[in-house]
Each structure stands twice: as C-alpha cells, then as structure tokens.
C-alpha cells in the first residue's frame, strides 16, 4: 500500500489561514450537520460516525491557497501574506493544530510562484510531516521539474485543468517527481467550449478526463484527485440538503470510478463528503469481508463467493478497500479480516 491518501482536500484564501483553521472549519461543519438535517439522508450509524470525525478529525487534508481562493493582488501584499500564512503555520505545528496532511496552492506564474513560496518556507522555518506543494493550471514538465528544484525534498502535486495537460500527465508527474495529481473540472471544460450552465463533474468529458488519468497513471504511485461540487451547501435547510445529495452523488462516482479524493470549497461540504464516503465503505464491508476471507481460506487460490468470482488481482482491490475504509474512519481494524 501507499501512504494514506486523504479522503478530500479542503482549501482556502491563504489570507484567511490561522493556526486553528482546521478546528474551526470543523465547528463549522459540524453546526451545518445539525442545522442542515444530516440524519434524514443517511443511516443512523453513518450519521454517528461522520459526526465523530467531525469532532477528532475533521479535515483530513488542507491547502492555503495562492491561486483562485486568493485572487490576484499586489506583490507587497502577498508577500505580506506569505510570510504570514508561514509563521501560522509553525505556530499550528508547534501547537500540535495541523491536520494529516497540509499544503500550499501556487499560481501558475513563474516569478510570483517561487517568491511565494520561499516568503512561506523562510517565515515556517519548518516542513511538516505530509506537507505538500500544489502548482495550479499545469501545461508541461518544464514547469514540474522547475518546480522541483525550488522545493528540493517536498512532495509536488499538479492539477490537470487543460487537455494539453491531460495528454502530458505521464511526462508531468515524472518530471517533479509528482506524488499527486488533482483534475480540475471547470477549467478543464471551459477550455473545450463547454458553456457554464453545462459544466458538471458529471459531464462526460470529466469521465474521460479522470478514465484518461487512471490508465496513464496506473502502476505510478501517483495519487489522483477529482474536483470539487461546485453547488454550495448554504441558505435554507432544504437548499442544504438538495446540495448535499448533488455532492454525495459526485462522491460516489468517484469512489465507483477508483478515484478515493476530492476537493471541498467550503465546511458545510465535510459533512456530505464524509457521509456518502461512509455509506460506500459501510453497504460494502460485509460482501468485502466475506470474499477476503474465503480467499485467504483457500491458501490464495482463485476462488468464488456467489457470482462474484476473485483472483490476485480482485483482492489487492479488496485490501485496498479496508485500508482505505480504516484509515478515514469509515471502517473500524476489527472488521478488517485477519
């Protein structure tokens, strides 16, 4: 298995990031669970562990944000802030405040993106354990390998937004080396004529995109993240919950199309997030425990449960399951087939 791969990734405008960020995003959720009626969209033990994971470990992955949660400002400004969101984010280490995983997102503009991130870097004084460098609008490897040699030791990510990028992810990750990837939807459509009223994670060309970047990246080691639900789970209880079930239904693509990341634009989208990652995990375990089980039964042969037919290949799909399912809470290790 590779390192644990956080279930989403929240961002937001690194002029807003303090050393309690994560907590405070996870009253927020929290608050929206219980405002917005939670509890009438799923189970019952569903709802009790997402609103455990609210309150122990509510963002599991976070990303100060350089690029469209920032704007274009002034460079006095954002140096201002650079060397702020830095010396918070020591503060939140020292303080024991960080998430699993953290990061920062850089605009795709040479000059502006390597003074960024030195100011950060200089002012932190420290890289935490899981700390990433996340450069936005990729096009080729030129600017990953630059990339890598203005963080030497980081873990890279890039965000595929464009079909030049989507024909180039291969050579893009090799050149960082890049542990990550996050597809960018919007810009990802725009960019093909795709109108506005049109733009969905759940059009076809999304499909495509994430199908394209499963094949390419198989083998790799390379993570790979879908976009965000653009619909905001704000306003009127009912206005929530319509918004919850777009996001739910987005997550659970992505889950059925082996893409276990996504990204969240605001903390009334954990509770969803996490409750239709649950609910995939739970209506799955019982099916997964047996196969697991008889397969390991019957010394590692080719074996059967039902119709469903396993193999090598099947079960490192299966253990995959339970270490994912673990590692984000929706499963417990004593479910986990010995």
């Known amino acids: 298995m590779t390192a644990r791969q956080p279930v989403h990734v929240l961002y937001g405008g690194a002029h807003l990031f303090r050393a309690d960020t994560a907590a405070k995003m996870g009253r927020l959720a929290l608050r929206s669970l219980e405002d917005g009626g939670l509890g009438e969209l799923v189970s019952g033990e569903v709802l009790a562990r997402v609103r455990a994971k609210l309150e122990h470990e509510p963002v599991e992955d976070l990303r100060i944000d350089f690029e469209d949660g920032y704007g274009i400002r002034p460079a006095e400004e954002e140096d201002g802030h650079a060397r702020l969101a830095g010396e918070r ?13 953290i990061g920062i997102r850089l605009r795709n503009d040479w000059h502006r993106a390597e003074r960024t991130l030195k100011l950060f870097l200089d002012a932190a004084g420290v890289v935490p ?52 990837v996050h597809f960018g939807p919007y810009d990802f459509t725009a960019s093909l004529g795709v109108p506005a009223s049109a733009q969905s994670l ?54 059925e199309s082996g893409i276990g990341q996504g990204w969240d634009l605001h903390p009334a989208h954990l509770p969803a997030r996490y409750a239709a990652v649950y609910r995939f995990y739970r209506e799955n375990l019982a099916a997964s425990q047996e196969r697991l089980r008889n397969y390991r039964e019957q010394s590692e042969q080719a074996t059967r449960v039902g119709q469903a037919f396993d193999d090598a290949a099947t079960v490192r799909g299966l253990e995959s399951f339970f270490q994912r399912g673990v590692d984000c809470g929706a499963l417990d290790p004593s479910e986990v087939p010995a």
């Open 89 to 101: 984010l020591a503060e939140a280490y020292h303080a024991g405040g960080l998430p699993p995983s």
């Open 129 to 180: 354990r899981g700390f990433v460098v996340t450069l936005a609008k990729v096009r080729t490897a030129d600017e990953m390998e630059r990339l890598a040699h203005a963080a030497p030791g980081i873990s890279l990510e890039a965000m595929i937004e464009t079909p030049e990028a989507l024909r180039h992810a291969e050579a893009i990750v090799k050149a960082g080396p890049v542990a990550a």
């Open 202 to 255: 759940t059009h076809p060309l999304c499909d495509y995109a994430r199908h394209t970047l499963l094949v390419a990246l198989a083998d790799t080691g390379v993570r790979i993240s879908d976009g965000p639900t653009a619909l905001l789970p704000i306003g009127t209880k009912e206005a929530v919950q319509a918004a919850w079930r777009v996001h739910m239904s987005n997550v659970a693509h992505a889950l």
